[in-house]
């Protein structure tokens, strides 16, 4: 594509090149390496007040490296599956797996057994890092699975002594938040780091190839998915965001506040290898559900740089004390994983001086594909301009591409989109052409500067909370209840997660209540997929070959 198909290269903010180079880095461990190298001595993560140096970090990931491979005997290529939210053995983890040159299987802590099942099974992870609150989930699955070894942690884990141990007390006797379970053979995460001391840290060759995440999605159906990230899809990525954000960063003098999860691609990109190769202090929030809990936090540090999606913006806001933080330091807010509404970032600029700016990306694309201008004076409703290296494209259903202006499907080609689905290729074959093409399925359209605005999401993806939420999911759960005859679902417009889950159902037991649909949801699904709403009723709206037509549905509840 020439410059003239590019016209966003023209408002480029300044200093942004049109290029990266990709070649920079052979992998993430070198990016790594050299940040530990380069800010040794500076703190790299936080939490509940304990900091980690970019020195330690080195070394304890070097650690849990050396158990890996010495102790375990585990290989390059092998999968390992992370299930833990913001802590410090999050990235002891994160790095120490990648360093023995294995792949990452980010996993949500919250999964119900089905869906933690799901996951292990289809990715072969030999080895699972899980919080001892979840744990008892991890054993539930654990006989249906490949994974061969089990490593286990408290949350208090890392804090030292005594802060660590009345953590770990108060949630498993007090709070009562960690469900008894037995895994036999498992394995605690510090005595892991301590018999790693007796092997040399690995030190595999890694190249762009070799895959660093399998990051689990719906993509366009229902059932999860691991796109498979490659070293090179996250080098490119971080480069094209740390090309964007350049301007607006000390080196070494950044306090990022991290209160998306890690294994979420958006912080794992934007929060924890951008603002690395910056230097940057990741402050990590556990909960940050606990809105007062998390406002006490902010107001410990004198931070720079916060990432979120519109309902945790909206929360901050709408929580007493938010409005009296310091925000002095604050230069960067970037939102991302949902669409940022107007009034959300109108108020979000008056408060803090700085404005919301939205980003756009999937987790196909490692994920970054737009981001607006950090320097807007205000909300501007677009996503934003493509990262350097990145084509975007608006295509009509044949695959041509549409003139400035046109709606059409929002598809995108450059160094950070997926090698493809994990033992998926029809999957992949319907996103990624053989031109590199990723079709996002996201309606769009462009301007004359190149800015794009998101005209209708994916037909029925669901977002809650920044979470894909995929109706065929929630539909062949509540449809395995006996009492349902027909189900579909929804989403609906929700004043506190963007969207909820709405569902339909025409009962084939009369006696059906919605109470017997909730217990049955909540059993198999995460809670932002559970529905919100139940409406009973008796047909819903077919096509002429019986396909029920959620369009129809979504026009009723808008009218209602």
Same mark, same amino acid.
């Not at 990931?61 to 158990?67: G, L, N, Q, T």
């Not at 294995?102 to 119900?112: A, K, L």
């Not at 008894?180 to 780091?193: E, K, Q, S, T």
């Not at 217990?519 to 077919?542: Q, V, W």
């Given at each position: 594509?020439?410059?003239?198909?590019?016209?966003?290269?023209?408002?480029?903010?300044?200093?942004?090149?049109?290029?990266?180079?990709?070649?920079?880095?052979?992998?993430?461990?070198?990016?790594?390496?050299?940040?530990?190298?380069?800010? *040794?001595?500076?703190?790299?993560?936080?939490?509940?007040?304990?900091?980690?140096?970019?020195?330690?970090?080195?070394?304890?990931?070097?650690?849990?490296?050396?158990?890996? !491979?010495?102790? @375990?005997?585990?290989?390059?290529?092998?999968? %390992?599956?992370?299930?833990?939210?913001?802590?410090?053995?999050?990235?002891?983890?994160?790095?120490?797996?990648?360093?023995?040159?294995?792949?990452? $299987?980010?996993?949500?802590?919250?999964?119900?057994?089905?869906?933690?099942?799901?996951?292990?099974?289809?990715?072969?992870?030999?080895?699972?890092?899980? @919080?001892?609150?979840?744990?008892?989930?991890?054993?539930?699955?654990?006989?249906?699975?490949?994974? /061969?070894?089990?490593?286990?942690?408290?949350?208090?884990?890392?804090?030292?002594?005594?802060?660590?141990?009345?953590?770990?007390?108060?949630?498993?006797? $007090?709070?009562?938040?960690?469900?008894?379970?037995? %895994? &036999?053979?498992?394995?605690?995460?510090?005595?892991?780091?301590?018999?790693?001391?007796?092997?040399?840290?690995?030190?595999?060759?890694?190249?762009?190839?070799?895959?660093?995440?399998?990051?689990?999605?719906?993509?366009?159906?229902?059932?999860?998915?691991?796109?498979?990230?490659?070293?090179? =899809?996250?080098?490119?990525?971080?480069?094209?965001?740390?090309?964007?954000?350049?301007?607006?960063?000390?080196?070494?003098?950044?306090?990022?506040?991290?209160?998306?999860?890690?294994?979420?691609?958006?912080?794992?990109?934007?929060?924890?290898?951008?603002?690395?190769?910056?230097?940057?202090? =990741?402050?990590?929030?556990?909960?940050?559900?606990?809105?007062?809990?998390?406002?006490?936090?902010?107001?410990?540090? *004198?931070?720079?740089?916060?990432?979120?999606?519109?309902?945790?913006?909206?929360?901050?806001?709408?929580?007493?004390?938010?409005?009296?933080?310091?925000?002095?330091?604050?230069? @960067?807010?970037?939102?991302?994983?949902?669409?940022?509404?107007?009034?959300?970032?109108? *108020?979000?600029?008056?408060? !803090?001086?700085?404005?919301?700016?939205?980003?756009?990306?999937?987790?196909?694309?490692?994920?970054?594909?737009?981001? =607006?201008?950090?320097?807007?004076?205000?909300?501007?409703?677009?996503?934003?301009?493509?990262?350097?290296?990145?084509?975007?494209?608006?295509?009509?259903?044949?695959?041509?591409?549409?003139?400035?202006?046109?709606?059409?499907?929002?598809?995108?080609?450059?160094?950070?989109?997926?090698?493809?689905?994990?033992?998926?290729?029809?999957?992949?074959?319907?996103?990624?052409?053989?031109?590199?093409?990723?079709?996002?399925?996201?309606?769009?359209?462009? &301007?004359?500067?190149?800015?794009?605005?998101?005209?209708?999401?994916?037909? &029925?993806?669901?977002?809650?909370?920044?979470?894909?939420?995929?109706?065929?999911?929630?539909? &062949?759960?509540?449809?395995?209840?006996?009492?349902?005859? /027909?189900?579909?679902?929804?989403? $609906?417009?929700?004043?506190?997660?963007?969207?909820?889950?709405?569902?339909?159902? $025409?009962?084939?037991?009369?006696?059906?209540? /919605?109470?017997?649909?909730?217990?049955?949801?909540?059993?198999?699904?995460?809670?932002?997929?559970?529905?919100?709403?139940? /409406?009973?009723?008796?047909?819903?709206?077919?096509? =002429?070959?019986?396909?029920?037509?959620?369009?129809?549905?979504?026009?009723?509840?808008?009218?209602?």
């Amino acid at each position: 594509m020439s410059n003239t198909q590019r016209p966003w290269l023209a408002h480029y903010p300044p200093g942004v090149p049109a290029e990266i180079d990709v070649g920079a880095y052979p992998s993430v461990v070198a990016l790594f390496e050299e940040a530990c190298e380069r800010f *040794r001595h500076r703190p790299s993560f936080s939490s509940f007040g304990r900091m980690l140096s970019y020195g330690d970090l080195d070394r304890l990931s070097a650690r849990f490296a050396a158990f890996l !491979t010495g102790d @375990l005997g585990f290989a390059k290529g092998d999968r %390992i599956a992370i299930m833990m939210p913001n802590c410090l053995q999050y990235p002891v983890a994160l790095f120490g797996a990648l360093r023995a040159g294995m792949t990452v $299987v980010n996993t949500n802590p919250m999964y119900t057994a089905r869906e933690l099942r799901h996951q292990l099974q289809d990715s072969g992870a030999r080895a699972i890092v899980v @919080l001892d609150n979840f744990a008892a989930t991890v054993a539930e699955v654990l006989g249906d699975t490949a994974v /061969e070894r089990v490593i286990t942690t408290g949350l208090g884990d890392m804090l030292g002594f005594p802060k660590g141990a009345l953590i770990n007390f108060a949630l498993k006797h $007090v709070k009562k938040m960690v469900p008894p379970y037995r %895994i &036999d053979g498992a394995i605690r995460f510090d005595a892991a780091l301590a018999r790693g001391v007796r092997h040399p840290a690995p030190k595999p060759a890694l190249g762009h190839d070799d895959i660093a995440f399998l990051q689990y999605t719906g993509g366009t159906t229902g059932v999860a998915k691991g796109a498979m990230l490659t070293h090179r =899809n996250m080098v490119a990525n971080m480069l094209q965001a740390a090309a964007w954000v350049g301007q607006n960063v000390a080196a070494g003098e950044e306090v990022i506040i991290t209160a998306l999860p890690l294994y979420h691609i958006f912080a794992l990109t934007a929060n924890c290898l951008v603002f690395m190769k910056f230097g940057a202090l =990741n402050v990590l929030i556990t909960n940050p559900r606990d809105m007062p809990g998390f406002v006490k936090e902010l107001a410990k540090v *004198r931070f720079t740089a916060i990432t979120g999606v519109n309902t945790l913006f909206n929360g901050l806001l709408n929580t007493a004390g938010f409005d009296r933080l310091d925000f002095s330091r604050l230069r @960067l807010t970037l939102g991302g994983g949902m669409a940022v509404q107007r009034a959300v970032a109108e *108020r979000w600029k008056k408060v !803090t001086g700085c404005t919301l700016a939205e980003a756009y990306g999937l987790t196909e694309t490692a994920p970054a594909v737009c981001i =607006n201008p950090l320097d807007l004076a205000e909300y501007s409703g677009s996503i934003g301009l493509p990262v350097p290296s990145t084509d975007v494209s608006i295509q009509d259903d044949n695959g041509r591409s549409l003139p400035i202006g046109e709606v059409g499907e929002l598809c995108v080609r450059g160094p950070q989109v997926m090698k493809g689905y994990w033992n998926r290729p029809d999957e992949t074959a319907k996103v990624l052409g053989a031109d590199g093409w990723l079709h996002t399925g996201d309606i769009a359209r462009m &301007d004359e500067r190149g800015f794009v605005y998101i005209v209708d999401r994916k037909k &029925d993806m669901i977002l809650v909370s920044g979470f894909n939420v995929y109706p065929n999911e929630v539909e &062949d759960v509540v449809a395995q209840h006996p009492g349902v005859l /027909e189900v579909a679902a929804i989403g $609906v417009p929700d004043e506190h997660s963007g969207e909820a889950v709405k569902i339909f159902v $025409v009962k084939k037991d009369p006696n059906l209540t /919605e109470e017997d649909l909730r217990k049955h949801c909540h059993d198999a699904l995460t809670g932002y997929k559970r529905p919100k709403y139940i /409406e009973f009723r008796d047909a819903l709206p077919k096509s =002429n070959v019986g396909k029920i037509l959620r369009r129809e549905l979504r026009e009723a509840a808008a009218r209602a």
